[in-house]
């Protein structure tokens, strides 16, 4: 597949690409950025596309995302224009590689159109590559797959180790100077979704002084959820404390819901927008490794979040404030592979740790009221 992009892009591009002479960046008109992954990427992009605002003035943004992007980032400023794929290579087995090709084909007639100055995309990953080599853009920068990678006119090393996502999305930065100094990026809610959120929990007996304290125990990845009945013992012990109520998040396709019959909780069930809305509302989430934790972490909502896989640092919500959870050490690792690697599932996490965590955030909490 490698040798496949490179011959692909020496076609589209010439035998060998020259790196192009860095131009002044006020001088750039026109930048794609690509994302094509869950809710919890493109919100760990969102550093990054701060950065560009800062870096490239004058330059529109474009951002090629799967559809939910437009509504998860609107108000926030920024990007520009959304082109919204539900490109065949994510996930990789939905297509063969004829239809692979036909969407790869449509989504370049879209983008050519960009008359892009650069391109950027932060994963190594050969259907990412292709989508780069097909924006038409003058400078595409990314990680190179292998010694040679054609697609790219501007390849940056990778980091060593695991760190957070967001660093690697700033080091595509430095062949233009490195980072600057910009205001910390949030997700947006506007006053009318504020003033529902508020309507939305009075009604249900939710009182101006309680502490919220949000459960979602749902994940994009089945092996990413920790056990319902788990996720239970957790709500339940929380709601007998006293000036606490519990906010409990069911995804839409229903999972969750059976947390709903808990005494004294409040449920939800609810699209993109109001989802945001209410977990700003939120004191403190607890949940998975999922779309719900970056949403809070965009908020500036901590949380106590259920990992796996030993990739919390790498996968780490924005802000700070979390407890990222996962197995004692010496618990046995589980028995199906994710991505290609034995893990320890969260599954194995106490409940006696989340509810200690959870202690502890509610501490903090309190003294910050005082």
Not at 147 to 168: I, N
Not at 179 to 198: F, G, I, M
Not at 238 to 258: D, I, K, M, N, Q
Request: glycine share 10%; charged share 25%; net charge positive.
């Amino acid at each position: 597949m490698h040798a496949a992009l490179n011959l692909f892009a020496r076609v589209a591009y010439g035998v060998a690409p020259p790196r192009v002479q860095e131009a002044r960046n006020e001088s750039v008109r026109s930048i794609v950025v690509l994302e094509l992954w869950n809710i919890g990427d493109v919100i760990l992009a969102m550093p990054f596309l701060a950065q560009l605002r800062g870096l490239f003035p004058r330059a529109k943004i474009t951002l090629v995302s799967r559809p939910f992007a437009s509504e998860l980032l609107a108000g926030t400023g920024l990007v520009d224009e959304f082109v919204a794929t539900d490109f065949a290579w994510v996930p990789a087995a939905h297509l063969g590689l004829p239809g692979k090709a036909i969407d790869l084909w449509r989504l370049s007639r879209k983008l050519r159109r960009g008359n892009f100055d650069l391109a950027f995309s932060a994963r190594l990953h050969v259907g990412e590559h292709f989508v780069l080599a097909v924006t038409g853009a003058k400078r595409r920068v990314g990680f190179a797959l292998g010694k040679r990678d054609a697609a790219l006119t501007d390849p940056v090393a990778t980091g060593g180790g695991r760190q957070q996502r967001v660093d690697d999305w700033m080091r595509l930065l430095e062949p233009f100077g490195g980072a600057v100094t910009v205001q910390v990026p949030r997700l947006y809610v506007n006053d009318s979704e504020r003033q529902w959120a508020n309507g939305y929990l009075t009604s249900r007996g939710v009182a101006k002084e309680d502490i919220v304290v949000g459960i979602h125990p749902g994940a994009g990845l089945v092996e990413k959820r920790w056990p319902l009945d788990r996720f239970r013992e957790v709500a339940e012990a929380t709601a007998a404390r006293p000036g606490v109520r519990v906010l409990v998040f069911a995804e839409p396709s229903g999972y969750g819901a059976e947390l709903f019959t808990v005494p004294g909780i409040v449920k939800a069930q609810v699209g993109l927008r109001e989802l945001i809305a209410l977990i700003e509302r939120c004191s403190l989430l607890i949940c998975n490794d999922s779309g719900p934790m970056h949403i809070a972490g965009a908020l500036g909502v901590p949380t106590v979040a259920m990992f796996g896989a030993e990739i919390e640092q790498w996968f780490a919500p924005l802000g700070e404030g979390h407890e990222m959870l996962r197995p004692d050490r010496d618990e046995p690792e589980s028995d199906a592979p994710v991505r290609g690697q034995r893990v320890r599932a969260p599954r194995q996490i106490r409940s006696s740790q989340v509810l200690e965590a959870t202690a502890r955030a509610l501490i903090l909490l309190s003294h910050g009221r005082q």
